[in-house]
């Protein structure tokens, strides 16, 4: 099984909500990744977690917030964002190759 | 940082014709692999291959490490190989590096 789940698959949220992303995987792998796709870009690298420690962080703003609470799971909690923070949320895990979930649409009012 | 290019940026095919994309990194890789992303934003894992050739099926993909450069090949193009195509590469670590990729159309 090489599948990443994601949710919610839709989301919208206003500038002062608390809301949070949810990823699992079940394949053993031992890293797990955050990105942030705009239209018409390439995937960009957040955050990262090895061993379910924070490994990569790259210099993303305070409102997104990180958390591995096991193995398996991985979550994006968002506060105070922004509209522009409006974006395809993509969680990947990898092995030896990286797999990505089908991504959360983010939509800041 | 590494820089990785890929050509075209933009690619119409009339169905059944074949095509090549290209990869260009700047620096030594551990890990490429190649992506599509279909129009629901999933992204699809095609090929992993720091080095060497694979196929699978109408698709095929060689690295040339030494060169630093990968090639993806579509042969005998579908409408639903239209999409976006990406490679992504690392050179150790878990820092991995997207090009801009390759948007396909192909024509029924």
């Known amino acids: 099984d090489t599948e990443v789940t994601q949710t919610p698959k839709h989301l919208v949220m206003g500038m002062t909500n608390k809301k949070s992303l949810k990823c699992e995987q079940h394949?053993?792998?031992?890293?797990m990744y955050w990105y942030k796709q705009k239209a018409k870009k390439p995937p960009e690298l957040m955050f990262v977690y090895s061993y379910e420690k924070l490994s990569i962080n790259e210099s993303v703003p305070s409102r997104f917030s990180p958390e591995c609470p096991n193995s398996s799971l991985l979550n994006l909690h968002l506060h105070a964002l922004q509209p522009e923070d409006s974006a395809l949320y993509l969680c990947a895990s990898r092995g030896v190759e990286q797999f990505f979930g089908p991504g959360t649409r983010l939509t800041v009012l | 940082g590494i820089q990785v290019e890929q050509s075209p940026p933009d690619l119409i095919l009339q169905e059944g014709a074949n095509s090549t994309l290209r990869c260009n990194f700047s620096?030594?890789?551990?890990?490429l692999q190649w992506f599509h992303q279909n129009p629901w934003g999933q992204l699809i894992n095609l090929f992993y291959i720091p080095s060497g050739t694979k196929q699978n099926g109408r698709l095929s993909a060689t690295t040339v490490a030494t060169e630093r450069y990968s090639l993806l090949y579509i042969s005998s193009s579908q409408t639903t190989d239209s999409g976006v195509y990406f490679c992504?590469?690392?050179?150790?670590?878990?820092?991995?590096?997207f090009g801009a990729g390759t948007r396909l159309f192909v024509k029924a």
């Open positions: 620096d030594s890789v551990n890990n």
């Open positions: 992504a590469v690392d050179t150790g670590g878990f820092k991995t590096i």
């Open positions: 394949m053993g792998h031992r890293a």
